[in-house]
């Protein structure tokens, strides 16, 4: 198995090690606790653009709406939303929640 998972503040967290062609499983471990999806990749040394194209259309549509946030110390693309720590992907579902209170 080359991930494990935690839930943290109504976020489900993924931490891969490798990059998995499926993530189905990723659709078990979401439940009624989480309201957020957080992926942890910082330890995936062979991620790319693919990946995270893969990766962010399965998050928004299980997320739906509420926020989807991946980690990664590596510079990919501006177009993803990528922060490089757990602390900064907390901020950021922060940042959503109260957009969404707001109606922004």
């Known amino acids: 198995m080359s991930h494990s998972h935690q839930i ?3 976020c489900l ?3 891969m090690s490798e990059i998995e062609d499926d ?3 990723i659709n078990s471990l979401f439940s009624q606790d989480c309201k957020h999806l957080i992926l942890d990749l910082t330890e995936v040394s ?4 693919e990946h995270l ?5 399965f998050g928004k549509n299980l997320v739906q709406t509420n926020s989807f946030v ?3 110390n590596q510079f990919l693309h501006d177009e993803f939303l990528v922060v490089p ?3 900064e992907a907390f901020d950021i579902i922060e940042m959503e ?8």
């Open 8 to 10: 943290q503040k109504n």
């Open 13 to 15: 967290i993924i931490q």
């Open 23 to 25: 993530i189905s499983f």
């Open 46 to 49: 062979n991620l790319n653009t």
């Open 53 to 57: 194209t893969k990766f962010t259309t």
């Open 70 to 72: 991946m980690i990664s």
């Open 85 to 87: 720590t757990l602390q």
């Open 97 to 104: 929640d109260i957009e969404r209170s707001l109606n922004i």
